[in-house]
């Protein structure tokens, strides 16, 4: 990796080229270097005539590419902090142009830049391979760069402010729609919001039909199912967080219909939390629709969070979820029968994250000294695959509204100090008797003392003294994973 900081002056005045072209640098190749940066930084007052600058610019250009002649990648920082005089960075745009001409795959991020350089056209860059930039500032320029380098693209890595900015991947501004042949990997970092307005919807576009990596952190962008469209066959990889709405929206399209998707092996989805609607408690057929996505033949790997109350009784309902290895359900508290239950109804269930769990009704005849004994004897061998089980509140990732009753720490099995009640580590040690190699479970508040903490219950307990022995190496410890 090479990096290199350019000063607007040095660069137009051809400062910055006579120093590339004498000693030490006269010469110097590096014909290892595969990636290069470059720090611009835009000043103000500078006096230098069209046309000198523009050669000055070819000129250094020529003298990089000499320099980084194998370089596929090139990520460029302009900044602006100060700049009050527009007029001086006429240039500015020859210059961005003549690095992404260095490189097939390009990145950029801007920081203060005036409003009229935001939108920059760079007309002269053409086959690019990929495009990766998370900054909003230049979402403008890049998306322009896209479409007109839309034959060739395999990767495009954006992030968006407003809903209404992507649009402009998929449309041109005649209305025309743009498609991505090559396009392998999309990744779409959040929007902000569509101001009440309702989802666009673009009938009959196919923008990438080429698709096996698809990741979108923030709410699905579309009132259709664009995303989707023509990629049933190449998709392998999916990341995607859905509201309520969108979940019922590609329910009805039929996106993931029994039989599509031959090649999706990676399944991760978000339902609820943050922005976005966790309204599924009654919504049974939604609820089923996101965990069909993860229980295809094809899934290797499925990890999928959910909201609501209809958690348990839908999984046990399902008899094809072989797949799912992770689940999520921090929203409302599951005593031990419904964990039992999960468990039980997934087979290849590895990593269970959930709110601190409660022990729930006790079967008719059993006592709390005796649900040990009940639960050796009833769920012997319940699960070889399970491994973690991680304790989590809503506002250990920022996901949730503090100010929400809902989510109040009351709800969850917490004793008022921040740490987990003794019923959560009884439905833990219980689970750990049935599930040979469930051996950690973690919780961002189980305290430094976490695992003497775990200890001290198993041998004070006349519950688990019998069992100590199996016991002995399970470990609660602090954190998120």
Not at 10 to 27: C, H, K, N, T
Not at 72 to 91: F, M, P
Not at 440 to 446: D, E, I, K, L
Request: net charge negative; proline share 6%; hydrophobic share 40%.
């Amino acid at each position: 990796h090479l990096s290199i900081e350019l000063g607007e002056e040095d660069v137009y005045s051809g400062e910055a080229l006579r120093m590339l072209s004498q000693e030490p640098y006269a010469g110097c190749a590096f014909p290892l270097v595969r990636d290069i940066s470059f720090a611009i930084m835009l000043g103000n007052g500078i006096q230098v005539e069209q046309s000198t600058a523009t050669t000055n610019i070819g000129a250094l250009a020529q003298r990089l590419k000499e320099m980084v002649p194998m370089a596929k990648a090139c990520q460029l920082y302009v900044q602006a902090d100060g700049v009050t005089d527009h007029g001086t960075n006429r240039h500015i745009k020859d210059l961005m142009t003549r690095l992404f001409q260095l490189a097939s795959e390009v990145g950029l991020s801007y920081s203060n830049l005036p409003f009229n350089l935001r939108d920059i056209q760079l007309d002269g860059v053409h086959n690019l391979v990929s495009i990766k930039s998370s900054d909003t500032e230049c979402v403008g320029t890049l998306v322009r760069l896209a479409r007109q380098n839309a034959p060739t693209l395999e990767t495009l890595q954006l992030g968006f402010s407003f809903v209404r900015e992507f649009t402009g991947i998929i449309q041109e501004t005649d209305g025309a729609y743009v498609e991505y042949p090559r396009l392998t990997t999309l990744y779409l970092y959040p929007f902000i919001d569509n101001f009440g307005m309702p989802p666009p919807v673009f009938k009959g576009a196919k923008p990438f039909p080429s698709l096996r990596y698809l990741r979108f952190t923030c709410a699905y962008p579309f009132g259709d199912d664009t995303l989707f469209r023509g990629n049933a066959a190449t998709l392998e990889h999916l990341t995607a967080r859905l509201s309520a709405p969108a979940t019922t929206m590609l329910r009805k399209s039929r996106v993931f219909s029994p039989g599509s998707h031959p090649k999706l092996r990676y399944v991760r989805v978000y339902t609820g939390g943050g922005s976005v609607p966790s309204v599924f408690p009654s919504y049974v057929e939604e609820l089923r629709f996101v965990l069909s996505i993860g229980a295809r033949a094809s899934v290797r790997i499925a990890d999928i969070s959910v909201p609501g109350t209809e958690l348990t009784r839908v999984v046990a309902s399902l008899d094809n979820l072989t797949s799912l290895q992770s689940l999520s359900q921090r929203e409302t508290v599951l005593d031990l029968w419904d964990t039992i239950t999960l468990i039980k109804s997934l087979p290849l269930l590895a990593h269970l994250r959930t709110a601190p769990p409660a022990i729930g009704s006790l079967p008719k005849g059993v006592t709390l000294k005796g649900l040990p004994a009940y639960v050796v004897t009833k769920y012997a061998l319940l699960s070889k695959e399970f491994r973690h089980w991680s304790i989590q509140y809503p506002d250990d990732e920022g996901d949730y509204d503090d100010d929400d009753d809902d989510y109040d720490d009351a709800h969850y099995n917490d004793d008022g100090n921040g740490s987990l009640k003794k019923d959560s580590f009884i439905c833990i040690l219980l689970l750990a008797l049935v599930c040979r190699n469930f051996v950690r479970a973690t919780s961002c508040r189980a305290g430094d003392e976490g695992p003497l903490e775990m200890m001290d219950i198993v041998k004070a307990s006349k519950m688990f003294k019998p069992y100590a022995s199996q016991l002995r190496h399970f470990q609660l410890l602090e954190g998120d994973e």
